[in-house]
């Protein structure tokens, strides 16, 4: 199994963007949770564990059905931020944690979930423990949300982005995992989905990703932020809308 190399190798960090991450990229609208517990993702009774959970935006969408959750993330920052943002929801326990390095029990869980992040796995060390750590009959699930390349809002942004930060590959690495399969007989379903955003929000969104505050330096991200709000400022109005499409994968053990 290769695992996906992501902007020719340029290092990046969401950690950096925790505090922005936290703020503005809990966007993922209700219907997007409903369909994932119409899956089987968080049920009531069950095991569930989010790998790269980022700031547990996932885990709070669905923890009302009242699943036991244990969500994980390589980052520190990105834990803190979860922590502080799920105080009233007694199901979910966050662990500092790589997915590479996780050794919990065989047979420990329902379903195991990793949205908006698989890519960033090695699969040689990662399915392994997926598979081994799946009840029988439970389900591994992805979940990749993008902002549509034909809006022109996010291509404005984005020609902004790789001008500054010439090793960003936006979705490349997204695409290239929504066609690898590591497990058997996939099933998956698309959505679509139109997301408000004010040009401050929006701003925030952008900053907040992996090509801009993840990765660039500070004189980069100084830049980005003039251009981007001068940008949005001088071509698009105060509150729009962006249509985004939803991926959903899954496979049964």
């Known amino acids: 199994m290769e695992k996906i190399t992501v902007d020719e190798g340029k290092a990046f960090d969401f950690g950096k963007t925790s505090k922005a991450y936290a703020k503005y990229r809990d966007i993922y609208p209700e219907e997007v949770f409903s369909k994932l517990h119409e899956i089987g993702v968080g049920v009531q009774g069950s095991r569930w564990l989010d790998l790269g959970t980022g700031t547990g935006v996932i885990p709070r969408g669905l923890a009302k059905y009242g699943a036991d959750i244990i ?3 390589i980052s520190e920052q990105q834990i803190t ?3 502080a943002l799920s105080k009233d929801y007694s199901n979910i326990k966050y662990e ?5 390095d996780i050794s919990y029990p065989e047979h420990s869980f329902d379903a195991v979930t990793a949205c908006q992040c698989f890519w960033y796995f090695d699969p040689n060390v990662v ?7 799946l009840k029988p009959g439970g389900i591994f699930l992805k979940l990749y949300m993008s902002y549509l390349k034909e809006e022109s809002i996010a291509q404005d942004s984005n020609s902004i982005v790789k001008r500054i930060n010439g090793n960003w590959k936006g979705a490349s690495p997204a695409l290239q995992d929504l066609n690898t399969h590591y497990f058997d007989d996939p099933h998956t379903d698309t959505m679509l989905v139109d997301i408000p955003f004010t040009r401050d929000s929006w701003h925030g969104r952008m900053m907040a990703s992996r090509g801009v505050m993840a990765s660039m330096n500070a004189g980069q991200l100084a830049q980005f932020d003039a251009e981007h709000r001068k940008m949005l400022e001088e071509k698009y109005p105060e509150n729009f809308t962006i249509r985004h499409k939803v991926f959903f994968t899954w496979y049964y053990m």
Do not use: Y
Request: avoid cysteine; glycine fraction near 0%; aromatic fraction near 0%.
């Open 71 to 73: 969500a994980t993330d």
């Open 96 to 100: 500092v944690l790589a997915s590479e």
């Open 81 to 83: 931020e979860a922590i």
């Open 127 to 133: 399915v392994p423990v997926i598979k081994s750590l």
